[in-house]
């Protein structure tokens, strides 16, 4: 230990200088051993005796500062918003396989084996099989071996800068030892345990009972680690325990410039392992389909039963050599798979059968359940009706039942209104006849009319809808625009501020698009694709509500059924009248001169979109095929022309694969449209 000389001032400086960093560097050793490996060598006390030293001497010594220090993870200031990043290396996802018996492994090897161009007679080609952690993908930069930017994924190209909450996460290093490439970017999952997850959750609980404001508990561990991540105060982050696993690297040191190189993959994770990051101690290599398969069954096993949620596990060629032979396609490795867990089933008992009604009438049944946790949710109602949704009823073991349940019967009136439903002929689905009488289907015709892509009334959620029309102070869609400010504050849970923010919004709402206004009528089988068509041909609403049905249907894309739903709607009296007061109310759009039908290249094409696209939102990509005459759907079937399919796409693409229908990355959607312009 030093024996601090009181005259001399500078040795005594140089001493604290000394000090300092000896201490830096004890500190981060303990760390380490107490947060990644799990083995502290020091009591909690001993530790925080020598981090109190340590703040001491950092007071003392401004000049000293240094932001690798343990004692700077907490105590950045709150921010309005994150930066955006540029990863230097683009942040990829992996291609999901859905089949999950073992031939979702084999195809994978057959696949890697065939683009290597290997035969039979072949070895078994070298993997590296880890879990697919259920968290945020998060790329660690290091500069001179100091942690200096935590960036997110994002879009795969820009994500956002969360060093500040990173940092606060003490598994992850502030600090590399000696000899590490001076630029290196770490890729991992950040998460949180299940155990930090309940404490978390208990916490929570605890304070919603004290009353304080805002708080609530999470859903899930990934919901609970992406709210800490992206928490504006990096000292609500801080109080948030999240944890880390390295699996693989962004940017780095080239070769040429002294980087390292590393023969595998494997090699790779050990590396990163002695410089300080956590590894995944289930990672393991394996040689070929037989010993992914064993992987696959034996995490499958253990799922239940580690500290952490997984949703898979990703098998990678382990010889980077292979890697970069192999490259990519648009943005995933060909490299890399991720195999899923089968959906997790469980036992539960059906309560109940409630009968939902639609915004058109419809009933559905939803089972009501006794609450189960099942894939990291609370389930309480499913589906027992269309099999898309999830979750759905899968089985029902009739061994298990309990005395006999009543025989379930669609109801022959309306639950909500009392009146008849009815069941056209041809269709599958009964139907409340009430219309705008039936309170339900009011609600739904008003949330249906106020939502974004609608004439978008910002705040107007069903809570707030439920209770308006059951107050009575909405009856019609017009009555939202005689709302007054006193009619909204008297409602439960309405302070005059948020009232004021409905008022402001409905004003807003006023000025709108006629395809938004027609969508947001909410007329049968007219999606916003039928309505911007119609506004296109028509130009203005008056001739949408005086055209015949043939005039209807020379209109793109509209068909019978549609053309008699218009001329349905615009026949019923109380549907103008509804129009009347809408506009009276000084709901207006800027009126056009009817449009001729112009032949744009995707004109009667129909396209389906999945996955993430490298550079093009959702929004942004369906504009554009509208733009060139095409339609969005939102499942596909044999009507469907392409599909477009970024990173992560899912069943769709499958769906298309076995359909036989053309598959599009970004790339080529946006060469088809270069033909257009
Ligand atoms: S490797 C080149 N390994 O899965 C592939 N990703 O679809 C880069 N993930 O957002 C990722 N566990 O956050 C890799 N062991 C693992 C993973 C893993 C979870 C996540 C990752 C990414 C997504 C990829």
Same mark, same amino acid.
């Given at each position: 230990m030093f024996t601090p000389d009181l005259f001399a001032p500078e040795a005594n400086g140089t001493a604290d200088a000394q000090l300092i960093t000896q201490l830096r560097e004890t500190l981060h050793a303990h760390a380490h051993r107490y947060y990644?490996?799990?083995?502290?060598?020091?009591?909690d006390a001993e530790y925080d005796r020598l981090f109190r030293q340590l703040q001491e001497l950092e007071a003392r010594h401004?000049?000293?500062?240094?932001?690798?220090?343990?004692? &700077?993870r907490v105590g950045g200031k709150t921010l309005d918003q994150f930066a955006q990043v540029r990863h230097a290396v683009p942040m990829l996802s992996i291609k999901t396989e859905?089949?999950?018996?073992a031939s979702g492994v084999e195809n994978f090897d057959a696949r890697i084996r065939r683009e290597l161009g290997l035969t039979d007679t072949d070895p078994a080609i070298d993997y590296v099989a880890e879990p697919k952690f259920d968290g945020l993908a998060m790329s660690l930069r290091y500069e001179h071996g100091v942690l200096v930017q935590a960036a997110t994924r994002g879009d795969g190209e820009m994500g956002e800068d969360v060093t500040q909450n990173i940092?606060? *996460?003490? &598994?992850?290093?502030?600090k590399l030892p000696?000899?590490?490439?001076e630029l290196l970017e770490v890729r991992g999952e950040v998460y949180m345990r299940r155990d930090d997850f309940e404490a978390l959750n208990e916490r929570q609980r605890q304070r919603i009972a004290a009353g304080e404001r805002g708080e609530k508990t999470f859903v899930n561990p990934r919901n609970a680690a992406a709210g800490a991540v992206r928490q504006l105060d990096p000292a609500i982050a801080a109080q948030r325990p999240l944890s880390f696993f390295a699996y693989g690297l962004g940017d780095i040191t080239p070769v040429g410039q002294g980087g390292p190189q590393w023969p595998t993959h494997y090699d790779l994770l050990q590396t990163l392992k002695s410089w300080g990051f956590p590894v995944c101690a289930l990672v393991k290599q394996a040689q070929g389909a037989i010993e992914l398969v064993a992987f696959y069954e034996a995490i499958g096993q253990q799922r239940d039963g580690l500290g952490y949620d997984i949703d898979g596990v990703v098998y990678k060629v382990n010889s980077l050599a292979l890697q970069r032979q192999l490259g990519f396609v648009t943005r995933e490795p060909r490299w890399a798979v991720a195999h899923k867990f089968p959906a997790q089933e469980m036992l539960t008992t059906v309560l109940a059968i409630d009968v939902q009604v639609g915004r058109t009438g419809k009933l559905t049944p939803v089972a009501k359940l006794a609450p189960v946790f099942v894939g990291g949710v609370t389930v309480t109602n499913a589906t027992?009706?269309?099999?898309?949704?999830?979750?759905?009823?899968?089985?029902?073991?009739?061994?298990?039942? &309990?005395g006999i349940p009543e025989p379930f019967t669609m109801p022959?009136?309306?639950?909500?209104?009392g009146s008849v439903a009815l069941r056209e002929e041809g269709e599958a689905d009964y139907r409340c006849?009430?219309?705008?009488?039936?309170s339900a289907q009011r609600k739904q015709a008003i949330l249906h009319f106020a939502q974004r892509r609608a004439v978008e009334v910002e705040g107007l959620g069903d809570k707030l809808v439920d209770q308006m029309v059951d107050a009575g102070?909405?009856?019609?869609?017009p009555d939202l625009y005689k709302l007054g400010l006193t009619a909204l504050a008297n409602l439960?849970?309405?302070a005059d501020k948020s009232a004021q923010n409905i008022v402001d919004a409905l004003e807003k709402s006023k000025r709108t698009t006629l395809p938004r206004f027609l969508f947001g009528?909410?007329?049968?089988?007219?999606?916003e694709a039928t309505a911007k068509e119609l506004a296109r041909h028509f130009g203005k609403l008056d001739a949408i509500m005086a055209a015949s049905e043939e005039q209807l249907l020379e209109?793109?894309? *509209?068909g019978p059924i549609v053309a008699k739903s218009l001329r349905t709607f615009f026949d019923q009296p109380h549907n103008r009248e509804v129009v009347e007061q809408l506009r009276a109310c000084g709901v207006s759009w800027p009126e056009g001169e009817p449009a001729p039908q112009a032949v744009h290249i995707f004109s009667g094409k129909t396209f389906v979109l999945t996955g993430t696209l490298p550079s093009l939102g959702r929004e942004e990509a369906k504009a554009l095929i509208e733009a060139a005459g095409g339609k969005v759907a939102g499942s596909v079937s044999k009507k469907t022309s392409y599909v477009v399919a970024g990173a992560e796409a899912g069943s769709k693409l499958d769906k298309a694969q076995e359909l036989g229908i053309t598959v599009l990355d970004e790339a080529a959607l946006l060469n088809l449209l270069a033909g257009e312009a």
């Open positions: 990644v490996l799990d083995a502290p060598t020091v009591p401004p000049e000293l500062a240094s932001p690798d220090s343990p004692t &700077q859905t089949d999950t018996r940092r606060t *996460i003490g &598994q992850i290093p502030l000696a000899g590490v490439p027992l009706h269309n099999d898309d949704v999830i979750p759905e009823v899968v089985s029902v073991l009739l061994e298990k039942r &309990q022959r009136t309306c639950p909500v209104c006849t009430g219309g705008l009488f039936c102070i909405i009856r019609t869609l439960d849970r309405m009528l909410g007329i049968r089988h007219v999606g209109v793109a894309d *509209i």
